[in-house]
């Protein structure tokens, strides 16, 4: 099984601007017009054109499922995806909780159902908002053999090339490690 490839959308491919409204130079400025939303009263976005060949890049590999994790939902790939270029992506169907924090637990109130959502699934998961006990529980995931990384991007400059770099090298590795597990030579040893 490959592991997913998990994206986040606000802070993650749209950053949020700076006190004084800035965004990074590097960022285009869309008008978009979510679900249930009127076309009079667009959303403003601003994505960065490369983050879609990078995205693309990764999926080419072929070691990654992409899969959306936002509250964007379907919008991400009616709305987002192809502004930057990527083909329809799969995404995972996240509630509409009537919370005021993004950590109503201490902890991203995505993460429960990520969780059930993974099952026993590797994932790489990009997202601005993990607590501490994010990273305890993707740390759980690790130690239970589960392979897991959390990326965690400034939410005012968004994902970065060095993210991109970071996915690309753990999932080689876990592509790597599980390839040994069953390579042939192992179920010999094993016999």
């Known amino acids: 099984m490959r592991p997913y490839l998990l994206i986040d959308i606000d802070g993650v491919l749209i950053p949020f601007p700076d006190a004084d409204g800035t965004t990074p130079a590097t960022h ?3 008008e978009v017009v979510p679900t249930g939303r009127s076309a009079d009263d667009p959303v403003t976005i601003w994505l960065d054109p490369a983050h879609g060949p990078a995205l693309m890049d990764l999926m080419r590999t072929g ?4 899969v ?3 509250s964007w939902r379907q919008d991400a790939t009616t709305l987002i995806g192809p502004l930057l270029g ?3 992506l799969p995404h995972v169907d996240l509630p509409r909780p009537n919370i005021t924090t993004s950590h109503p637990n201490g902890y991203l109130w995505k993460r429960d159902h990520v969780d059930a959502w993974l099952g026993d699934a590797p994932a790489v998961w990009i997202d601005d908002d993990f607590t501490s006990l994010d990273h305890e529980w993707s740390a759980e995931r690790v130690a239970r053999g589960l392979p897991t990384l959390l990326i965690q991007p400034n939410p005012r400059e968004g994902v970065q090339p060095e993210h991109f770099a970071e996915v690309s ?3 080689t590795e876990v592509s790597t490690l599980r390839g040994s597990e069953s390579s042939p030579l192992r179920e010999a040893e094993a016999a």
């Open 28 to 30: 285009a400025r869309y």
């Open 68 to 70: 959306w994790c936002t």
């Open 169 to 171: 090298a753990w999932a």
């Open 63 to 66: 070691l990654l499922t992409p």
């Open 86 to 88: 990527l083909p329809p």
